[in-house]
C-alpha cells in the first residue's frame, strides 16, 4: 500500500519533520511536541557560537571568506543542516563527527529500499505463453514489457519496421557517395549542416519519455557501490555571472561530465545517478542528481559536502576571484530527506516528475533567451550515468494484449490521479472572458487498443496481478464496434439490397458491413470501386463480390 504524504504547507510543518513522520519511516507518525522536526533526544541548537557537532555554523550561513557547506539558494529553503534533523546528522556524519547510536539505528531502519532484481522481472513475464514467431506477414505484433517501475504495452510492425530500415540504409548509401565525390572534388569532406531548430522549452513527449525511462532503469548497482549509505539529492547551480562560464547547452553537459570524471578520481567509483536540467528565475540553469554519496573524507581530508562545493566550483570556474568565493559558499546543496523517500522506483520517478508538472515550478523548464539561438539549446533536459535499463518484454496474443490494456486502463481510472489545467470561461451575458485553475482526471493508456504505460511500485508483483486478472476475465478476440452485434455463425448467406441504389448485393460484402461506404465511394470510377474494395477483402473474396455487385 502506498503512503499517502501530506502536503507540509497544509500541515504546517517543516519539511523535516514531514520526511521524519512520513518519507523516513515510511508511515505516519504523531508529532512529537517537545522535538517535532529533530530525531529523538536531539536537542534545539544555540542560536549563535560554535556548535558542539554537526556541519555548518549555527547561524545558517557559511563564513565569510571560507568554504561553505554547499548551501545553494533555491525555492525549498535557505537553511543550513540544522543538528537534530536528518540533513544535519548525515552532514555531521561526513564531517566526521560522532553520532549517537539512537541516530545511526535510526538511519539503518529508515533507508530499507524496495527494487525488483532482474530474476522478478524475468519470472513474472513467463506466466505469458510464447506465440509463434514472425513469418513476414503485414501486421502489428503485440508486446509487454516490464521495468521496475512501469509497465508497458505496445505494438510494433517488423514488416514496416524492415522498409524503414531500407530506406535508411538507401539515404545513407547516397550521403556516403555524396561525400566520397566531394572528397574527390576538393580533397575535404561536406561541411556538417548548421543547426536550424531552436528549443524554447521542455516539450511533453520529452516529459513522458523521462518518466518511463527512469522508471526501466536498473538502480541496484548505484546501492551496492557503497553498501549502507543513505542516498540524497544533489543539486549544482551556477554563479551570478552565469553566462560567462555555461553561454550554452553543450558547455554545460560537459561541466557534468567532468564533474562525474572528478567524482570518479575522488572516491574510486563511478557517479551512477540520473539527473535533470532545469532553469532559475534569472535563467540559470541547475542539474538535480539522485545519487549516494558517500560518507568518507577524500585523499585531503575533506568530507564530502566541502569536496563537493570546491570540486564543482572548480569545474565552472569562474575567472573573477568574488564569484568564485560566492559560487564556493552557495553553489551546491545536498537533500537528504527528498533522497531517503526515494524507496521504490514510482517514487523516485514521482519526485522527479512532480518537478516537471508543478504549475508553480513551470519556469524552471523555460529556456532563457540567451540559449535560444540555434545551437545554442539545451540539448537533453534529463538523464543518467552508468546505469542500464533493466526490462523484460515478451510477445502476445493481440487478445491478451488488449484484454491487458482495458484492465490497466481501468486501474489507472480508479487511482483517482488529477492535473491542473487553465481553462477559459466565456459569460454568454456580457462576452467577457476569464481564465481559471481547475483539476482535470489524467488519462493513462490512451493510445489505441490499450496502447501506453502505468508507472508502478513494484513491476513484477504488478504484472502478476494483472496476468491473473487476464486469466479470470473473459475477454474479446478482437474488439468490436460500438452498436455493432456479434456475427452470428453457420448462417446460411441472404441476399441484401443495397440502400443507395437498389441493387442486389452479396451476403459477403453485406455481412463485412461495406454495402455503403464499399458500393457507392463520392465521385469513383469502376475502377476505383474495385480497387478502393480490393484494399480490405482477399482475392477470393473479392472475385465473388464483383460478380455479385456488378
Known amino acids: 500500500m502506498t503512503t499517502t504524504v501530506p502536503n507540509d504547507r497544509d500541515t504546517g510543518e517543516s519539511r523535516h519533520d514531514l520526511a ?11 508529532p512529537s511536541p517537545v522535538v517535532a522536526g529533530r530525531w529523538p533526544g536531539a536537542e534545539r541548537p544555540p542560536t549563535g557560537g560554535t556548535q558542539e557537532w554537526g556541519a555548518g555554523p549555527a547561524a545558517g550561513r557559511p563564513p565569510q571568506g571560507g568554504p561553505g557547506q554547499g548551501l545553494v539558494i533555491c525555492a525549498k529553503s535557505v537553511r543550513a543542516p540544522q543538528p537534530g534533523t536528518l540533513d544535519g546528522d548525515l552532514a555531521a556524519l561526513h564531517a566526521g563527527a560522532r553520532i549517537p547510536d539512537a541516530v545511526a539505528q535510526l538511519l539503518e531502519d529508515a533507508w530499507k529500499p524496495r527494487f525488483p532484481t532482474a530474476e522478478a522481472l524475468t519470472s513474472a513475464i513467463a506466466a505469458f505463453d510464447p506465440v509463434e514467431p514472425w513469418d513476414g506477414h503485414e501486421g502489428p505484433r503485440w508486446k509487454i514489457r516490464v521495468g521496475p517501475g512501469a509497465v508497458t504495452v505496445s505494438s510494433t510492425d517488423p514488416a514496416r519496421k524492415d522498409r524503414a530500415m531500407e530506406r535508411e540504409i538507401e539515404r545513407r548509401m547516397k550521403d556516403v557517395d555524396a561525400d566520397a565525390a566531394h572528397i574527390e572534388r576538393t580533397g575535404e569532406h561536406l561541411p556538417e549542416p548548421d543547426p536550424q531548430r531552436c528549443i524554447s522549452e521542455w516539450s511533453r513527449k520529452s516529459r513522458a519519455n523521462m518518466v518511463k525511462r527512469f522508471a526501466e532503469v536498473d538502480y541496484r548497482p548505484m546501492f551496492e557501490d557503497a553498501p549502507g549509505c543513505p542516498p540524497a539529492m544533489l543539486t549544482l547551480t551556477y554563479p551570478g555571472d552565469w553566462l560567462t562560464v555555461a553561454p550554452n547547452g553543450k558547455a554545460c553537459k560537459k561541466q557534468l561530465r567532468n564533474f562525474a570524471k572528478r567524482f570518479y578520481r575522488a572516491w574510486g567509483r563511478p557517479l551512477r545517478c540520473i539527473w535533470k536540467l532545469e532553469f532559475q528565475d534569472r535563467g540559470a540553469p541547475h542539474f538535480h542528481l539522485f545519487c549516494v554519496p558517500p560518507i568518507t573524507k577524500d585523499a585531503d581530508g575533506r568530507p564530502f559536502r566541502q569536496w563537493l562545493s570546491e570540486t564543482w566550483a572548480d569545474v565552472v570556474g569562474h575567472p573573477d576571484a568574488e564569484e568564485r568565493r560566492k559560487h564556493i559558499a552557495a553553489g551546491t546543496g545536498i537533500d537528504y530527506a527528498e533522497g531517503m523517500r526515494c524507496q521504490d522506483p514510482r517514487r523516485l520517478v514521482a519526485y522527479f516528475a512532480g518537478h516537471s508538472r508543478a504549475k508553480a515550478k513551470e519556469y524552471q523548464h523555460i529556456v532563457p533567451e540567451e540559449w535560444r539561438e540555434p545551437g545554442k539549446g539545451p540539448g537533453r533536459f534529463w538523464g543518467y550515468m552508468n546505469l542500464e535499463l533493466m526490462v523484460a518484454e515478451a510477445e502476445v496474443t493481440p487478445d491478451q494484449a488488449i484484454q491487458a490494456g482495458r484492465t490497466v486502463r481501468r486501474w489507472a481510472k480508479a487511482q483517482g490521479t488529477t492535473r491542473q489545467v487553465t481553462v477559459t470561461r466565456t459569460d454568454t ?29 513494484d513491476g513484477p508483483a504488478f504484472l502478476e496481478q494483472l496476468t491473473r486478472a487476464i486469466e479470470l476475465t473473459s475477454t474479446d478476440p478482437l474488439p468490436r464496434k460500438r452498436g455493432r452485434d456479434p456475427e452470428p455463425e453457420n448462417v446460411p448467406p441472404v441476399p441484401h439490397t443495397c440502400s443507395v441504389c437498389g441493387d442486389p448485393l452479396a451476403a459477403e460484402l453485406a455481412r463485412l458491413g461495406r454495402h455503403v461506404g464499399r458500393c457507392h465511394p463520392p465521385r469513383r470510377g469502376v475502377a476505383d470501386r474495385q480497387l478502393y474494395l480490393s484494399t480490405s477483402v482477399s482475392t477470393e473474396k473479392f472475385a465473388q463480390v464483383i460478380r455479385f455487385a456488378w
Open 429 to 457: 451575458s456580457t462576452g467577457q472572458t476569464r481564465r481559471r485553475k481547475v483539476r482535470r482526471p489524467v488519462r493513462r493508456m490512451t493510445g489505441g487498443y490499450g496502447r501506453g504505460y502505468v508507472t508502478v511500485n
Open 20 to 30: 521524519r513522520r512520513v518519507g523516513v519511516f515510511g508511515q505516519q507518525q504523531p
